[in-house]
C-alpha cells in the first residue's frame, strides 16, 4: 500500500463566532505515528473530523499525498477513523461490525471472507468473532474498533483518544499494540490524546494544541528539550 503524507495548510473553522482552529499548518509524513496532544477542548476533535471529511474548514487547504482532497467527500477520502466511544454496532457480532464497511462498498464475499478474518487475526480477536460487543472487554471493543477500521484499507488512520475509555494497565499495552500494528502496516496515523506520556511514549513527532492554536511540532525529545514556551514546557513535562 502506498504511504501518503497529509498536510494542512493555513486551516481556519469556526462554530458560529467562535473560532476553534486558528491558522493550522502541519506535516505528517508518509508513514508517520504522528501524535496530536493538546488539553481538553484545543480542538484536537475538531482537526481530526475535518480531516476524515466530516467537517469543513473556512478557509485553508486539506492535502492527501500532495491533493487538495477538501471537496471529496468523507466516504471516498480512503481515510479511517476511530471514535473515543468505539461506536459499535450492539445488536451485531464481531465479524458482522468489522465486515460492515465492506458490505456497504460491496466487496463481494470470498474476498470479504478473507479480509475480515485477517483484520481479526491482526487484533487478536480470531475466537471472539460469533461475540457481541457487550460480551467483550473494553480492549477487546477497542480492538473491534480498530479492526473495523484497518479492514477497509485506509491510506490514513484516524485514531481520537482511542485509549481513554481504558484502564491505565491496558492503556499501556494496548499503546504498545497500536504502535506495532502501526508500524507493520506502515499506515500513515494521527493520534490525538490530551495524555503526554502516551505521546511521548509513540509518537514519531507530535504537535502540541492550545486554544486552536499548534504551539509546536517536532519528535518527543525534541519538544521535551526545547520546548517553544511555558505552555509546551509544562504540558510535555519539562518543567515538572
Ligand atoms: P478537543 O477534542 O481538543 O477536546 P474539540 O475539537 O472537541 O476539542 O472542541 C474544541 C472547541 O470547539 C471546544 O471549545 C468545543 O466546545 C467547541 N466545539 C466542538 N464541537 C462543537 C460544535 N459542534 N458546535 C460548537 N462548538 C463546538
Ligand atoms: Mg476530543
Known amino acids: 500500500m502506498k504511504k501518503v503524507s497529509v498536510e494542512c495548510r493555513n486551516i481556519r473553522l469556526s462554530y458560529g463566532k467562535t473560532e476553534v482552529l486558528k491558522d493550522i499548518s502541519l ?3 508518509p508513514g508517520e505515528f504522528f501524535a496530536l496532544l493538546g488539553p481538553s477542548g484545543s480542538g484536537k476533535s475538531t482537526l481530526l473530523r475535518l480531516i476524515a471529511g466530516f467537517n ?3 478557509s485553508g ?3 492527501v499525498d500532495g491533493r487538495d482532497i477538501g471537496s471529496v467527500p468523507p466516504h471516498k477520502r480512503n481515510i479511517g477513523m476511530v471514535f473515543q466511544s468505539y461506536a459499535l454496532w450492539p445488536h451485531m457480532t464481531v465479524w458482522d461490525n468489522v465486515a460492515f464497511g465492506l458490505v456497504e462498498r460491496k466487496v463481494r464475499s470470498a474476498e470479504l471472507k478473507t479480509r475480515v478474518a485477517a483484520a481479526l487475526e491482526l487484533v487478536g480477536l480470531s475466537q471472539y468473532a ?3 460487543p457487550n460480551e467483550l472487554s473494553g480492549g477487546q471493543q ?3 474498533a480498530l479492526a473495523r477500521t484497518i479492514v477497509i484499507e485506509p491510506q490514513v488512520l484516524l485514531l481520537d483518544e482511542p485509549l481513554s475509555n481504558l484502564d491505565r494497565n491496558l492503556r499501556v499495552q494496548m499503546r504498545q499494540e497500536l504502535l506495532s500494528l502501526q508500524r507493520r502496516l506502515g499506515i500513515t496515523t494521527i493520534f490525538v490524546t490530551h495524555d503526554q506520556e502516551e505521546a511521548m511514549t509513540t509518537a514519531d513527532r507530535m504537535a502540541v494544541l492550545d486554544q486552536g492554536i499548534v504551539q ?3 519528535s ?3 519538544l521535551f528539550d526545547f520546548p517553544c514556551n511555558r505552555f509546551v514546557a509544562n504540558f510535555v513535562g519539562t518543567m515538572n
Open 27 to 29: 506535516v505528517v509524513e
Open 56 to 58: 469543513q474548514q473556512n
Open 61 to 63: 487547504q486539506l492535502l
Open 130 to 132: 460469533k461475540r457481541r
Open 142 to 144: 477497542q480492538r473491534v
Open 216 to 218: 509546536q511540532v517536532g
Open 220 to 222: 518527543p525529545s525534541n
